[in-house]
């Protein structure tokens, strides 16, 4: 079994000590074989704020994949905005901004979908689309593919339209029918998953709260996800694994920051079946 642990949202800066301590017991705790970042990881892209990113990555002490949001990117800072952008970023998660993570039962491709141009709103252009479909209809029967991107490809509330990543509708029509199984995203900080229609073949969109930020909307706590990959139950107890075909089941689980105890709980588990030729 694989275990991916899904952050997003962090916004270093504002971050809440116990809730990034219980984080990190979660992650030593669970075990996963990667940890993806998908964007907002500052909340204003500063030295200090990269640096406390590091420390908190450094002690999970697991590869970490992760791709830029619009808080990562200096705001009021014009210069370095235009000139050198993801200068700070890059001293953290390295120059390459669309990594990619591959072992023999996970296939995870970052995509960078903010711009320079757009201070919130995110976009993802044709190219970006090709690349990550090509890269996609290589992928192994047996990975779990996913695709992660900062801004959200379906919304759980039609209120949230504005932040709609544009170009969405081309990229899962493209992704979907390459082969991705989910979609990972965060930015407006309420978890979910969401299974759009009309594509060529199922596809989830799983969005996350936000992670360790006390910028959190009303009456949704702290959250995280966990994608757990694999044929039969494991030590954690994943008893909606068992039973079912090798390689066909994936559990989505979110864990919500309990403040009285200060632990992250798992709140809810869901089963998403991939399509397999």
């Not at 991916?4 to 809440?16: C, N, P, W, Y």
């Not at 706590?221 to 066909?248: F, H, K, M």
């Amino acid at each position: 079994m694989s275990v991916l642990l899904h952050i997003s949202d962090t916004h270093f800066g504002t971050e809440q000590a116990a809730v990034v301590e219980a984080l990190v017991a979660l992650a030593a705790q669970q075990r996963p074989d990667v940890v993806v970042l998908s964007g907002d990881i500052t909340q204003r892209a500063r030295r200090a704020q990269f640096r406390a990113a590091q420390d908190f990555i450094a002690r999970l002490g697991v590869p970490v994949l992760a791709v830029p949001g619009n808080h990562d990117v200096a705001l009021f800072d014009l210069w370095t905005r235009l000139i050198r952008p993801y200068a700070l970023y890059a001293t953290v998660f390295g120059a390459d901004l669309e990594p990619l993570h591959a072992s023999q039962d996970l296939l995870v491709l970052g995509v960078n979908t903010t711009r320079m141009w757009r201070h919130k709103n995110g976009e993802v252009s044709p190219a970006q689309i090709e690349r990550v479909a090509s890269r996609l209809s290589q992928a192994h029967p047996e990975q779990l593919r996913v695709v992660v991107v900062h801004h959200p490809a379906a919304l759980p509330r039609g209120e949230d339209a504005s932040s709609l990543l544009r170009g969405h509708h081309a990229a899962l029509r493209a992704w979907s029918a390459a082969g991705a199984d989910l979609v990972l995203c965060g930015h407006i900080h309420l978890p979910g998953t969401l299974a759009p229609q009309g594509l060529a073949r199922r596809l989830w969109v799983l969005l996350a709260g936000t992670a360790v930020s006390w910028r959190t909307l009303p009456g949704v706590p702290n959250s995280v996800n966990i994608l757990r990959w694999g044929e039969a139950s494991g030590a954690s107890g994943d008893a909606a694994l068992a039973g079912t075909e090798a390689g066909q089941c994936c559990l989505i689980e979110r864990w919500d920051f309990a403040r009285r105890d200060r632990v992250f709980v798992r709140a809810l588990v869901t089963s998403v079946y991939p399509e397999r030729d």
